[in-house]
């Protein structure tokens, strides 16, 4: 298989008018942990095709983006004939230009209705999940290249090892709580804003329903590649590793120990984290930081995808990547260092499957609302009009330099 080159995408992040999902609605409660609804995104549910356009403009060979739940089942039973034709056009048109149809299958957001039943909670999460991922597959999985079945499953145990602030964590508890009053449930639960006392019933909850969902889109197609992706960061240990090992045991290892039984592992990196012995350490003193408060380090993909390989034993694709910045210069002089790293690690003999950027637009991230900048696009707030950035020559021209004559 050839190496792929591609972009990634999230549906709720960049479609808009997700009204259906379990985001929007936790967007519009009293407290909202969100700063600020995600509304109108970038009104990718409309301009998806001149999306396509500018992945095919840049010489690229895959497209990762997904199909948002809520669209498909809006209500618990009914599956909406309308967004399976919308995400199977999609993929039908990747297909005429040449670029392979990475698609993921539950990117963070959820139905509404599924929230209200505890979303991963929920003793039946696992069977309406694979239900969900038969009815896609059985609709257009016969035309996509690889299935992602979860994104980041991982995440919030990772934040937990982040710096923010207790305000934070207070809010993500009081949105919740808000959002079970409002939907007049006791427990209303989202992917992405979970309870600590929580974390390992949440987790387990996505891997019982990672291999319910595999199971389903093996069954239809026996040949395609399934996997899910987990956010990594580079974690480094400086003097002792017991707090770096004791991170990545608790952050990591139920994913890549379940990876064996899979086709490839995601790996969505953005940033190292250093640690010594009493915990983790400050970025190094002068480091450039990126929007999110990490330092600047092209290095970190190449750490990461070589450690989970070694840990993982399967091949890895790195299905997202990125720098949160508003200094475009900065994306363009990152590119080739962590690419070059990539190479590297190829060189030594990591399987990789493909690189896809994070993220084609400037786009909605999630309680940071459209502060962040990871776009090789730019998306005027007020028109939605895509420029593309400097970034993004810079990323086609490396494409064409790998690829060869």
């Not at 960049?14 to 995600?38: I, K, M, Y």
């Not at 698609?103 to 505890?118: E, L, S």
């Not at 987990?230 to 139920?254: C, F, M, N, W």
């Not at 009009?385 to 990323?395: D, M, Q, V």
Request: with cysteine; net charge negative.
């Amino acid at each position: 298989m050839n190496f792929l080159w591609g972009v990634a995408t999230s549906g709720h992040q960049t479609e808009g008018g997700n009204s259906d999902s379990d985001t929007w609605f936790a967007e519009h409660v009293t407290p909202t942990v969100f700063r600020e609804p995600s509304g109108p995104a970038c009104d990718g549910f409309h301009r998806w095709r001149d999306d396509l356009d500018l992945v095919a403009g840049m010489g690229l060979t895959a497209y990762r983006f997904s199909v948002e739940w809520a669209r498909v089942e809006p209500v618990e039973g009914s599956f909406s004939a309308a967004a399976l034709d919308h995400y199977a056009a999609i993929v039908n048109r990747c297909v005429e230009l040449g670029l392979a149809p990475v698609v993921t299958f539950n990117h963070m957001t959820c139905p509404h209705w599924f929230a209200a039943r505890g979303a991963w909670l929920d003793p039946a999460s696992a069977s309406l999940f694979a239900r969900y991922c038969g009815v896609v597959m059985d609709r257009f999985g016969a035309s996509i290249s690889h299935a992602v079945t979860l994104n980041e499953p991982n995440l919030p145990r990772l934040l937990s090892w982040s710096p923010l602030p207790p305000e934070i964590r207070e809010l993500e508890r009081a949105t919740l709580d808000a959002a079970g009053k409002a939907a007049g449930v006791h427990r209303y639960r989202l992917t992405n804003v979970v309870l600590p006392e929580e974390f390992d019933a949440m987790e387990e909850g996505q891997a019982v329903a990672h291999v319910a969902a595999r199971e389903a889109i093996r069954s239809r197609r026996p040949d395609l590649p399934v996997g899910l992706s987990i956010a990594v960061v580079d974690d480094q240990a400086v003097g002792s590793a017991d707090i770096r090992d004791h991170k990545r045991s608790e952050v990591y290892g139920r994913w890549l120990r379940s990876a064996a039984e899979d086709d490839f592992i995601g790996v969505q990196n953005y940033e190292r984290a250093r640690y010594d012995g009493d915990g983790p350490l400050p970025p190094p003193s002068g480091a450039v930081l990126n929007q999110l408060g990490s330092d600047i380090y092209p290095p970190s993909l190449g750490n990461a995808i070589r450690y989970v390989h070694a840990e993982a034993g399967v091949p890895v694709f790195v299905t997202e990547h990125g720098i949160a910045t508003e200094d475009d210069t900065q994306r363009a002089a990152f590119l080739e260092p962590a690419l070059a790293g990539l190479r590297e690690a190829i060189d030594d003999g990591v399987p990789v499957l493909g690189y896809l950027h994070w993220t084609l637009l400037d786009n909605f991230e999630w309680i940071f609302g459209y502060g962040p900048k990871l776009g090789l696009v730019e998306v005027d707030r007020q028109s939605l009009a895509r420029t593309p950035k400097a970034s993004s020559a810079e990323y086609a021209r490396i494409v064409r330099a790998a690829s060869g004559p």
